[in-house]
């Protein structure tokens, strides 16, 4: 079937329309809408090497999560136990993701492992020594429980900076994990590498908390916190100064409402000072949540806490249904948008740390693509122009295959959704030098054959025969090489490993397959009595 000529060329020409179809968006900006809806959609993405931006390598803190899971498992805990009047002291989270406590009351312990067994599946079994009558109980989870937890956090938190990331505007971003616990974000052309920092490393723990007026304040200060409470801080501005001062708040531990049940969140514009704020609104569990936490605490404070940081507590006049409330805290504009995109994308669970921080400039990306572009062209060049003198007609279809060789790799590019980067121009340089390598070493061996007196056609069949298990073993090891380089790689290097695989499969078939239909068809079709070679 290959021996035709009609099918060979319908295989070269279906192969290089997908690659233009893929390759089209790249290189024509502006296409008629008629047309468009019938191309593909994706186009080759810069690097940031060649568009320069911002590389951040980040560290998901998941023990952290965990820690905040025993502590609410804790608070859960301590009012299961007095539901069923369970006789106990000092129930705490402990060291690790463990709670401790002691029963005064041995007699407790069943009470207890029933309520473990059907309230708290994650918990081991309790472990307990008695001493001077004392029970003293240590619970741990499970280590199972405790795994799917640190990878559910990792995933949580990969969707969640994904969607931050699209909400600020970032265009073709490229966020992925890297291992257990670190997410590799990259962010071509952004112009403010500090508010994208702070826009995707924040958590957004959204809480609400009742202010406890009852206790003082005073006496907290020094040191007198009462149980069940806590001491947090909060902004606040000077208008005449327009300094910034903290002030102290004795808020109730435990929190009434979270974020998660936030529906959305928007920027408004406060009609008494002009000033902007964000306006929030529960989803439907949220909202009668919110109608029954402010029905059950008329005349009390209610404080707003976004990641420890009291941004305003407002006393609760009657109940407030719809679930509906807002944030302030006199914000800039810009800080209420990046606030109201945190709570729309949702809260981490789990705190942040920027293991790593790159910042290329847009000018040392032009310059990269200018130099890089450049080199390809230059380098290209000079081997087009040796195959021709050399090689005389041969070497113009084996530089006609070249040409189609690069086409196809930007192609495939195009079509896996792939960034080009300043080493993948290198790899694609190298696969420029790899393809010729072949077509030379097919017309080294086509000379030999006619030298023999061979006719034309018998040589180029003997020569294209003798050379293909060459070419296969050199291009099939340059592939599981550059493989290797892609799975254990990082970055750069994985730039060039993917161009070259990429650029060796092209290859392959543009020496072997291509060059080979160009051949047959010119001495077929003008019926040649010498070969130009």
Known sequence: MFKSLKVRTSITVIVCL??????????????????????????????LDLQGGMHLVLEIDTDKALESLMERQA??????????????????????????M??????????????????FPDLESPSATTRDGVMFVTLSMKERRAAEMKKLTMEHSLETIRNRVDQFGVSEPEIMPQGDNRIMVQLPGIKDPE????????????????????????????????????????????????????????????????????????????????EPHVSIKFNAQGASDFDRITNENVRKRLAIVLDGVVHSAPQIRERISGGQAEITGSFTMEEARDLAIVLRAGALPAPV??????????????????????????????????????YRLSGAVANMALIINV?????????????????????????IGIAV???????????????????????????FKKSFITILDTHITGIVASTFLLIFGTGPIKGFAVTTIIGLIASLFTAVFVTRLMIDYFTSKYNVKKLSI
């Open 195 to 274: 508010r994208a920092k702070n826009l995707i490393g924040k958590t957004a723990l959204l809480e609400f908390k009742i202010v406890d007026d009852e206790n003082s304040l005073e006496e907290a200060l020094r040191g007198n916190i009462p149980e069940g409470s806590m001491i947090a801080y909060g902004t606040s501005l000077d208008r005449v100064t327009g300094q910034r001062g903290r002030t102290p708040y004795l808020l109730r531990s435990r929190t009434l409402l979270t974020g998660a049940s936030l529906e959305t969140a928007k920027v408004s514009i406060s009609d008494r000072f002009g």
């Open 75 to 100: 608070n859960d805990l301590k009012e299961s136990l007095m539901e069923q009047k369970v006789r106990f002291r000092n129930l705490t989270k402990a060291e690790g993701f463990a709670i401790s």
């Open 102 to 119: 002691e029963l005064t009351d041995p007699a407790g312990k069943t009470a207890l492992d029933t309520i473990i067994k059907e309230r």
């Open 437 to 463: 390598d072949a077509n030379i070493l097919i017309f080294e061996r086509i000379r030999e054959e006619l030298r023999t007196g061979k006719t034309i056609r018998l040589g180029i069949d003997t020569g």
């Open 353 to 390: 740390n920027i293991l790593e921080e790159r910042t290329v400039g847009p000018s040392l990306g032009s310059d990269s693509i200018r130099q890089g572009i450049m080199a390809t062209i230059i380098g290209a060049i000079f081997v087009l122009m040796f195959m021709l003198v050399y």
């Open 18 to 47: 997908a690659a233009l179809y893929f390759l089209l968006p790249t290189f024509v900006s502006d296409i008629p809408a008629p047309w468009n809806r019938f191309l593909a959609e994706e186009k080759i993405h810069l690097g």
């Open 407 to 431: 086409f196809l790799i930007l192609g495939v590019m195009a079509a896996l959704r792939g960034t080009l980067t300043l080493p993948g121009i290198a790899g694609i340089l190298l696969t």
